[in-house]
């Protein structure tokens, strides 16, 4: 079989496989940006809320996925939620064992309708579903702009 022939079958097909190790920047775009804005620089969080059903989402989204509409309007929420779930995990996203297990959850926030992932900064022992949570940010000399500027949740 000739290295140019067309394969259109899946079993004729050559494979190599291996991983390409890529560095690339992502545009938050104008939905994200005033988020991080505001997290950066007040310390605060601000989602989108559909004005036809109501859904506030955080983070943004520019678009309703309730009922399509395109969201432009800001609102400005609690640093404090629920957590409606969460995990322990003992392995890195690398497959490194950690020293500590961390936990993370699923934290929405109150007045929004939507969950988002990040770190509960507590003991696996310490918590339960649908305990009320607080976010601990980071010092505002510290912030850059991303998720990573709240250091996570603390059980209130
Ligand atoms: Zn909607």
Redesign the pocket.
Known sequence: MAMLKKRTRREDQIFVEGNIPMEYLYTVGPTLEPFFKKLKDKGEFHGAK??????VYLPPNYF??????R?TKNVKLSSRGILDSYTIAHYDSLGKALKKPEIWGLIRLNGSDTPFVHRILAEPGKIELGCQVKAKLKAKSKRTGSMNDIEGFVPI
């Open positions: 559909c004005e036809k059903c109501g859904t309703c996925e309730a009922c399509f509409e969201i």
